[in-house]
T-cell receptor
């Protein structure tokens, strides 16, 4: 009955590698997000995506790319991993804004990425 | 741009009331959210304000003043399980960009 799920929960890898984190939501939501939470606990949006539009936070390096095979999935692919990429990555989803009084976000459990 | 400020840490006693303040400056505004995040867990939604005033939800209430760029989260009858970080977040006019504050770590003491 998990609403938003992510895999893996933990990811330890070497600098320079390419890795992916998967996210799936079974809530029927239209919009999905990726957030990065660093060691200081700042939660920063990286991408928001629905079937119409990808909005990229301009501070996100182009080594990060979201890939959405369908409305229920938004995976995060990271090329050439760097030490500074170590953080917890949260996926979230919400119903599209239009027609809703608000679009509460439901977060996945997070993926703790450690780059060595 | 958008900027959100909250106190870093607060401490309160079990059974008491605590108010966590949030100030924001945004280029566009379409709602203010509060989330709770326990250590090692995902944020969970608490409340939402888009109009001025108080929204009450059980032991938790949230207030918004758009003219002042100010919100607060009020927690009543504090319980030990309320020890967590509380994140204030604003949403822009387009509805898909959220900016989170640094979070306020609340410790509830017996």
């Amino acid at each position: 009955d998990t609403a938003v799920s992510q895999t893996p929960k933990y990811l330890v890898t070497q600098m320079g590698n390419d890795k992916s984190i998967k996210c799936e939501q079974n809530l029927g939501h239209d919009t999905m997000y990726w957030y990065k939470q660093d060691s200081k606990k700042f939660l920063k949006i990286m991408f928001s995506y629905n079937n119409k539009e990808l909005i990229i936070n301009e501070t996100v390096p182009n080594r990060f790319s979201p890939k959405s095979p369908d409305k229920a999935h938004l995976n995060l692919h990271i090329n050439s991993l760097e030490l500074g990429d170590s953080a917890v990555y949260f996926c979230a989803s919400s119903q599209d804004l239009w027609g809703q009084p608000y679009n509460e976000q439901f977060f996945g459990p997070g993926t703790r990425l450690t780059v060595l | 741009g958008q900027n959100i400020d909250q106190p870093t840490e607060m401490t309160a006693t079990e059974g008491a009331i605590v108010q966590i303040n949030c100030t924001y400056q945004t280029s566009g505004f379409n709602g203010l959210f509060w989330y709770q995040q326990h250590a090692g867990e995902a944020p969970t939604f608490l409340s939402y304000n888009v109009l001025d005033g108080l929204e009450e939800k059980g032991r938790f209430s949230s207030f918004l003043s758009r003219s002042k760029g100010y919100s607060y989260l009020l927690l009543k009858e504090l319980q030990m399980k309320d020890s967590a970080s509380y994140l204030c977040a604003s949403r822009d006019n387009y509805g898909q960009n959220f900016v989170f504050g640094p979070g306020t770590r609340l410790s509830v003491l017996p």
